[in-house]
């Protein structure tokens, strides 16, 4: 179940900060997308590749958010690979999930505070593998507050950042 990996997540994360980094790199910087890998001083990699949207819509004027962005992460040292979540820059409200859409395709996530996640291992290798094709990701969620954004993420790039991560974190 995705809570388990979630679980692990948040594992992760906090050994993140116990365990840091040795070694941050830029594996490259392809049109729309950045790919990064993480070295920690007991050898585990982590690879990770991001974009921000290039643009978003809100239903309500005057909106404040965070930092938005979406990620796609290997963790090979977990067994955990394409991992695909969205971080919006608000908390979701309870019990929305948030739909992506690519290419007329539309996926369903389920929402954890501001963050976005995929049900699966099989729905995130369906989406990345719509990602590879695609040229545009829509992302729409719904605040706390009530108010719904629309972000546009560019996929340009995206084939290059993910071959990168792919081959860093085998």
Known sequence: MRFFGLLIVAGLLAARAANAAVK???????????????????????????SEP?????SKKNVRRGEAYLTV???PKRAVFNEVSVITGYTYADGQGVTATIG????KLFTVADSAWMDDENADKAIVEAMKRGSRMVVTGTS?????????????????AYKAITEACR
Do not use: P, Q
């Open 54 to 58: 290039k643009k978003w819509t809100a």
């Open 144 to 160: 706390s507050r009530g108010t719904r954004t629309t972000d546009t993420y560019s996929l340009m790039g995206f084939s290059a």
């Open 73 to 75: 992460t290997h963790w």
């Open 24 to 50: 941050r790199d830029v594996l490259v910087s392809e049109r729309d997308w950045d790919a990064f890998i993480d070295v920690y001083d007991d050898g585990a990699k982590v690879c990770y590749m991001r």
């Open 104 to 107: 007329g395709k539309r996926f």
